[in-house]
Nanobody, 125 residues
Framework: EVQLVESGGGLVQAGGSLRLSCAAS????????IGWFRQAPGKEREGVSS????????LYADSVKGRFTISSDNAKMTVYLQMNSLKPEDTAVYYC??????????????????WGQGTQVTVSS
């Protein structure tokens, strides 16, 4: 059974930083992509960043390029999202998702099969 557990969310002032972690277990896929997504109240879930297991290529939404960095520790089966220069509009519940069999990164949440429970990120102005 695939399990994803996010952590690291919290309350931070604008301009601050947070690092989210996604601990994954129960994988049986040879190839997969792990992504970070967020959902603000009243809005649809949107892709933030993803990383491919095949070659560690990364993908970022335009809104976070230059501020967020995704990375993975394969030995620990953990994916991180370092978020710098946070803005109030980054406030949302952040989820990590896994797409089994996907050989490239993607930001479309409909391509992802498994999800964590989410972690709240709140950026105050």
């Amino acid at each position: 059974e695939v399990q994803l557990v996010e952590s690291g969310g919290g309350l931070v002032q604008a301009g601050g930083s947070l690092r989210l972690s996604c601990a994954a277990s129960g994988f049986t896929f040879d190839d997969y992509a792990i992504g970070w997504f967020r959902q603000a109240p009243g809005k649809e879930r949107e892709g933030v960043s993803s990383i491919s297991s095949t070659d560690d290529t990364t993908l970022y939404a335009d809104s976070v390029k230059g501020r967020f960095t995704i990375s993975s520790d394969n030995a620990k089966m953990t994916v991180y999202l370092q978020m710098n220069s946070l803005k109030p509009e980054d406030t949302a519940v952040y989820y990590c998702g896994v797409s089994g069999g996907l050989r490239v990164g993607a930001l479309n949440p409909f391509l992802f099969d498994y999800w964590g429970q989410g972690t709240q990120v709140t950026v105050s102005s």
